[in-house]
């Protein structure tokens, strides 16, 4: 019984490390939070471009060439320039899109999982805080 009283022995941080363990920890948090702010951002704007620039660009594109899909088949378009360029916006944009939605999402992840190691870390620092609230008694 002795042994496992003596395993289980913690020995505790000075007030020093504790407090940069938790400086540390803040560091985290604000990390997080910024990657998650980031995060948010992005979606937004890919939301607002998507809002603002692409659905009036289809909807234009089917008001106009109404002759011809989306995939640029139908009649023969070999001097239409203004059909093709429009088309070649309309393709480009689905890529920024998802760009910028996929990027906000891995930045909102990011921020997530630096916020949750923060926690891990601050939970791993509890046992050692109780050991200093245990000695001044």
């Known amino acids: 019984m002795a042994a496992e009283t003596e395993a289980a022995a913690l020995e505790p941080l000075t007030t020093a490390e504790m407090e940069s363990t938790m400086a540390g920890i803040k560091r985290m948090l604000k990390i997080g939070a910024a990657f998650a702010a980031v995060g948010y951002l992005l979606v937004g704007f890919a939301l607002f471009v998507e809002i603002t620039a692409f659905h009036p660009l289809l909807e234009e594109y ?7 899909s989306l995939a640029g088949g139908g009649a023969d378009r070999a001097g239409e320039t203004a059909l093709n360029s429009q088309l070649a916006t309309i393709h480009s944009f689905p890529s ?3 760009w910028l939605k996929l990027g906000g999402v891995a930045h909102v992840l990011v921020g997530i999982f630096v ?23």
């Open 115 to 137: 916020a949750l190691a923060a926690i891990v870390r601050t939970l791993a620092l509890m046992p050692h805080r109780l050991a200093y609230e245990l000695a001044d008694e």
């Open 62 to 68: 089917f008001t106009t060439h109404t002759g011809w």
């Open 96 to 98: 920024v899109l998802l």
